[in-house]
């Protein structure tokens, strides 16, 4: 009964700002930014096209032919000793179709047992891991379709949760014009097994965005809604071909960490992003609890360009 209480008490000031904006759900680590390049905009992207398998985690349908043999690992280190890290794999499958996997993670350090009159009972363990396979395929030009099957498992200290579940996306590009648009139902399912009796549901959304680049600046406009009536503004700049930076507000995140003195940077981010020959390195930061402001980093090696 005390370990209940001791990391469940724990989990909830550490992911208070995430349940507030989300209600009850399960496995909630995921609602936190899993790519730096969408970090640094906001959070969430559905709709930016850009060489960076991260982006597969906001978007299956953001998988395709170009991300051929990318190997990618993003970590955000998030309050305290608290982490959140992915690792992502894309290969081409023939000309038109895409396939990945991927596996992210969320570690909560060093944890303490306390009984009810504060004495020591031991270390407590806590993990959640999420198992990913993504999909995508050009349906015509313009159109993309993809989906990623989703495997969730919890541990916190032999208290077991999994959970099933799937994300849908669609994208439409138009190179030309830099212009896209992508949509995405995200954490579709439900937990199969529950930490006690009741099952909980998966903290799911739909989203839908949209990206515009100006035509004679390098310069790029995204704007997400979600269902949940989140809006997201993110502007990023691209000075070359190996070079970003960018910056982002997530009002409802701003909303839900608003207090009377202090967090006036709440709900905004910024990053930006490096490619060298075969390496490219984004990082981000941001504040996703009221306690602390978030570093991320991604890095990702382009394997094909190896010649492996």
């Given at each position: ?8 008490l724990l989990l909830a000031l550490i992911f208070a700002p995430v349940w507030a904006q989300e209600g009850k759900s399960s496995f909630d680590y995921l609602l936190l ?115 990623s099957g989703k495997f969730f498992y919890s541990d916190y200290n032999h208290n077991t949760a999994i959970g099933l579940g799937v994300d849908l996306g669609l994208s ?137």
């Amino acid at each position: 009964m005390y370990k209940k209480i001791s990391i469940g008490l724990l989990l909830a000031l550490i992911f208070a700002p995430v349940w507030a904006q989300e209600g009850k759900s399960s496995f909630d680590y995921l609602l936190l930014p899993h790519s730096a390049r969408a970090a640094a905009l906001g959070g969430d992207n559905v709709s930016l096209i850009e060489n960076d398998v991260s982006l597969i985690y906001n978007n299956p349908a953001l998988l395709g032919t170009e991300m051929d043999k990318t190997l990618n690992a993003s970590y955000l280190a998030y309050v305290a000793d608290v982490g959140i890290g992915n690792v992502a794999f894309a290969k081409a499958a023939g000309e038109r179709s895409a396939w990945g996997v991927g596996v992210q993670y969320a570690h909560y350090g060093n944890l303490k047992e306390m009984s009810e009159d504060n004495v020591f009972l031991g270390d407590l363990t806590a993990k959640d891991l999420c198992a990913n396979v993504f999909y995508a395929h050009d349906l015509t030009e313009h159109i993309r379709g993809g989906i990623s099957g989703k495997f969730f498992y919890s541990d916190y200290n032999h208290n077991t949760a999994i959970g099933l579940g799937v994300d849908l996306g669609l994208s439409y590009y138009n190179a030309e014009k830099g212009f896209s648009i992508g949509l995405a139902g995200k954490n579709i399912g439900r937990q199969i097994k529950a930490y006690e009796e009741e099952l909980a549901n998966l903290p799911w959304d739909i989203q839908l965005g949209l990206t515009k680049k100006l035509e004679n600046a390098p310069i790029r406009f995204s704007l997400t809604g979600t269902w949940k009536q989140n809006c997201i503004v993110g502007i990023d700049i691209l000075p070359s071909n190996n070079f970003w930076f960018g910056v982002g507000y997530n009002m409802k995140r701003a909303d839900a960490m608003h207090l009377a003195e202090g967090n006036k940077f709440g709900g905004f981010s910024a990053g930006a992003g490096l490619s060298i020959k075969a390496f490219d390195v984004s990082c981000a930061v941001g504040k996703y609890n009221v306690s602390a402001t978030s570093f991320m980093i991604s890095v990702s090696t382009f394997l094909s360009e190896m010649k492996l």
